[in-house]
């Protein structure tokens, strides 16, 4: 079993900025990927960032310069800084991890709840 809880969205104002936390417990023994999608009102999903285990990050163009994701292994929890906030940043975001129970088992994928962003004035 394992339970993910999403924090820190928000309302800002364009300019702004907001940390998204998405800590992960259970009986896990590793977590691989971890990352974060956003979905808008009548848009589909869209990746925003990931982050491997070793730290190899990959970022969405829209967000790449103005986002940072990272991680903190021993907390199993995965971090977006914000900057820089745009409106059309606001969506709602979740955090993903693919999670290892064993040390030879395959990852499966969960996804936290979400948390609101919005950007407006």
């Known amino acids: 079993q394992v339970q993910f809880v999403e924090s820190g969205g928000g309302l800002v104002q364009p300019g702004g900025s907001l940390r998204l936390s998405c800590a992960a417990s259970?009986?896990?023994?590793?977590?691989?990927?971890m990352g974060w999608y956003r979905q808008a009102p009548g848009k589909q999903r869209e990746l925003v960032a990931t982050?491997?285990?070793?730290?190899?990050?990959n970022y969405a163009d829209s967000v790449r310069g103005r986002f940072t994701i990272s991680r903190d292994n021993a907390k199993n929890t995965v971090y977006l800084q914000m900057n820089s906030l745009k409106s059309e940043d606001t969506a709602a975001y979740y955090c993903?991890?693919?999670?290892?129970?064993?040390?030879?088992?395959?990852?499966?994928?969960?996804w936290g709840q979400g948390t609101q962003v919005t950007v407006s004035s």
């Open positions: 993903n991890a693919d999670v290892r129970y064993t040390p030879r088992s395959p990852t499966y994928r969960f």
């Open positions: 259970g009986s896990i023994f590793s977590i691989d990927v």
């Open positions: 982050i491997t285990s070793g730290g190899t990050t």
